[in-house]
C-alpha cells in the first residue's frame, strides 16, 4: 500500500496555464516533502521541497503549498512552459531519511 | 562530477537466470536506496541502506537481495528473476541526515531497464 497518494495520474495544461499535483499522507512521524522531477530517459532530480513548519514554499514558479492538519500537499506550477512537460513525483520521508513516494503525474504542457 | 552510476543500464535476461546491477556513488553518502518504476505505481522501495553493513527492506523486497560492504557501492541481486521483476530500476543516495535548516537531496543514477523473458 502507497503511503503517499498523489493525484490525478496525468496532467494536460495549456501555456501558460496553472498546473496542480495534489499528494496525501498518513504517516505524522514524516517531517521533510520533496518534489522529484523526471524527464523521459533521465533519473528523478529534486526540484522544491518543504518541511511541516511552513505553509507554503516558492521558488521561481513552483510553489509548495502543505496544510498539516489535513497531511497534504501540493505543487502549483504557474505560468507552465513545454518544457515543464515531465513526470513529477511527491515523496515524504522521515527522521531516518527513509524516502517514500508517490505514484507520479505525468505533465503535459501544450504550446 | 558528483554522480550515482548503474550498470548495466539496458538488460534482457532469462527466467532463472541471476544478475546483479551495480550501484556506485562518490559523493561518500551514507544512505543508499534502490528503487523500481512501473507505470501507474511510482518509484517502489525495494532496500534500503543507512550506512555500510546496515539494510533493511522497502516495501516490495521479494525476490532481491543486497549488500552493502563499501560505503560507495549498493548492488542489486535478482538470485532467480521472474518477468514480474520486469521494470526500470533506480538506486539513489543521500547523507544520512540532512544539513542543518537545509535540504536532504537523494540523488538518482540513470535507471536500468531489465526485461526477463
Known amino acids: 500500500q502507497q503511503q503517499v497518494k498523489q493525484s490525478p495520474q496525468s496532467l494536460i495544461v495549456q501555456k501558460g496555464g496553472i498546473s496542480i499535483i495534489n499528494c496525501a499522507y498518513e504517516n505524522t512521524a514524516f517531517d521533510y516533502f520533496p518534489w522529484y522531477q523526471q524527464f523521459p530517459g533521465k533519473g528523478p532530480a529534486l526540484l522544491i521541497a518543504i518541511r511541516p513548519d511552513v505553509s507554503e514554499k516558492k521558488e521561481g514558479r513552483f510553489t509548495i503549498s502543505f496544510n498539516k492538519s489535513a497531511k497534504q500537499f501540493s505543487l502549483h506550477i504557474m505560468d507552465s512552459q513545454p518544457g515543464d512537460s515531465a513526470t513529477y513525483f511527491c515523496a515524504a520521508s522521515s527522521y531516518n531519511n527513509d524516502m517514500r513516494f508517490g505514484a507520479g503525474t505525468r505533465l503535459t504542457v501544450k504550446p | 562530477e558528483a554522480q550515482v552510476t548503474q550498470n548495466p543500464r539496458y538488460l534482457i535476461t532469462v527466467t532463472g537466470k541471476k544478475l546483479t546491477v551495480t550501484c556506485s556513488q562518490n559523493?561518500?553518502?551514507?544512505?543508499m536506496s534502490w528503487y523500481r518504476q512501473d507505470p501507474g505505481l511510482g518509484l517502489r522501495q525495494i532496500y534500503y541502506s543507512m550506512n555500510v553493513e546496515v539494510t533493511d527492506k522497502g516495501d516490495v523486497p521479494e525476490g532481491y537481495k543486497v549488500s552493502r560492504k563499501e560505503k560507495r557501492n549498493f548492488p542489486l541481486i535478482l538470485e532467480s528473476p521472474s518477468p514480474n521483476q520486469t521494470s526500470l530500476y533506480f538506486c539513489?543516495?543521500?547523507?544520512?541526515?540532512?544539513?542543518?535548516?537545509?535540504?536532504?537531496?537523494?540523488?538518482f543514477g540513470a535507471g536500468s531497464r531489465l526485461t526477463v523473458l
Open positions: 539513489a543516495s543521500s547523507f544520512a541526515a540532512a544539513p542543518v535548516g537545509g535540504a536532504n537531496v537523494l540523488t
Open positions: 559523493m561518500n553518502h551514507e544512505y
